[in-house]
């Protein structure tokens, strides 16, 4: 199957705006205060309250390890399919099942952000999406 030249770049395009999101949300969980509470006090009851789940965390732990992981997780998407798009561009344009999971995973990053998050990550995930649709675009048609 060929593809058009350009489809590799959008794929990493994509790729690199998710990796961005989630190298900069890794950067804000553990330095300065953008992931913290406007209000120190829910900070310090956060510290001390465990989840009903387990009383071997608090839900501030529960909390950064969310985000961290949540972090690793886009980091993880961005530098995979950047990988794949620039130095085995093939594995990625000839798989159906990699570009699906591509879809799902921006897919479910789009509607997290739209019902829970902000501005910024939607319209980056949102550009991501678009990126990832051009490419696809190409490679199909």
């Known amino acids: 199957m060929t593809h058009h030249p350009c489809a590799p770049f959008l794929f990493a395009l994509s790729a690199g705006i998710l990796l961005t999101l989630g190298l900069v949300h890794l950067l804000y969980t553990f330095h300065g205060p953008k992931l913290t509470p406007r209000d120190p006090a829910l900070q310090a009851l956060m510290q001390q309250v465990n989840p009903v789940l387990t009383r071997q965390t608090t839900m501030w732990k529960a909390w950064v390890g969310f985000n961290a992981s949540h972090s690793l997780g886009a980091i993880l998407f961005g530098l995979l399919y950047g990988f794949l798009a620039l130095a085995h561009p ?3 344009l000839q798989s159906p099942t990699l570009l699906a999971i591509g879809w799902l ?3 479910s990053y789009a509607l ?10 939607n319209t980056g ?3 991501s999406c678009l990126a990832f649709a051009a490419g696809s675009a190409l490679v199909f048609f």
């Open 112 to 121: 997290l952000s739209r019902a829970y998050w902000f501005s910024v990550p």
């Open 125 to 127: 995930i949102a550009l």
């Open 90 to 92: 093939s594995w990625l």
């Open 105 to 107: 995973v921006l897919g």
